[in-house]
């Protein structure tokens, strides 16, 4: 059951409220719900029933395939406001890969619930492009990555990956482990170590345990030329 | 303007054809056209205007993506009845990548064109809906084909796309280039000479020019396990 100011929250971000007569209105209502997922936590994945549709209230999801062998590639990263239909999926027939979805800090979601979700969307033409809009922009995003991941050398990556955290945190400070930068970039950990120290030998950076310290911005920049 | 097999063609592939009113049927009946493309033709690309909504009548139509070293990878192939909806992205606004598209084969569409599209995209949910619907089935294709390459070893790739050839043509023979298939499975040439080479060598299969004769089905099925 939503309250008053997750319900703003919900209107605001579901595109599709103002199509709703009210008994679905009612329906959205009474069946979301408010959970947390602690950093790390699993929400889906292959073997997971279907959970519903995620709308982020706090914190940030990822969302990556898994190799047979446990390689992972991260496909993209949700932040607050951002809804996730691939949590979904199983109700949405043309969507036939498999993702897994973490919480990649502490995490509040609301979730509208599978059963009133299929409902919704299988009766309402509005909801039913919502799901499919939603899914052709995460198409563009994994389009992104995978040309990124394709195309581009690993240096340019490494060095675009570090200016994305540094205007997202807004800090010149990266406080992620070399594993986890190798698990967004789809590479391995001896891969990132060792073109970090390839930078940190040339001043543009300062490694430390846990953290990154970026000294010199336009050298990092340079890179991408 | 359609002819009546046309559009007897027409009716039974687009998806929303009964929701639309007598006046957008008109629109596509007059605003759509029959083009041939020969083998080899380049119908879309990145510096291309926008094409509109194809709907492929006979032939076969590949989809990939290009780096800036003019490497190609193989997204998806599309035949008979399929339509592209990628053809016409300018007008789909969450769609911010590039891709190319080409004849495999010689080839006839029926091209509804950009501008009747984009008002009828506009104007009907259910014509913007196929859109999108169309966009996340190829979604669907391409992480298919990403995971075939991010994760699965060549020589496995190689004997899944001989296997899909032939059950494709009917025929154990397959009547591809080394430069070909290397397209289709976004490697190079000389990676799929060396591999064909080994399946030769253990008996799977016999090279001639532009051609490849599968002998041993059975063999290449066990690569895969």
Redesign the interface.
Known sequence: MLNESDLEFTKKHLSFWDKLNEDEKKLIINNTNKIKYNKGEILHNADNECLGLVLIKTGGLRVY?L??DG?E?TLYRLGNGDSCVLSASCI?N????DVVIDAEVDTEVLLLNISTFSILNKNN??V??FS??N??????D???A??Q???MSFDKRLATFLIDEMSKTKSTEINLTHEQIAKYL?SAREVVSRMLKSFESKGILKLSRGSIQVLDKEKLRELLI
Do not use: P
């Open positions: 395939i190799s047979e390689r590639v949405l043309n969507i036939t890969f033409i509005y039913e492009n499919y809009k899914t052709v922009d995460r198409f563009s994994v389009m992104w995978i040309e991941i394709l195309f789809g």
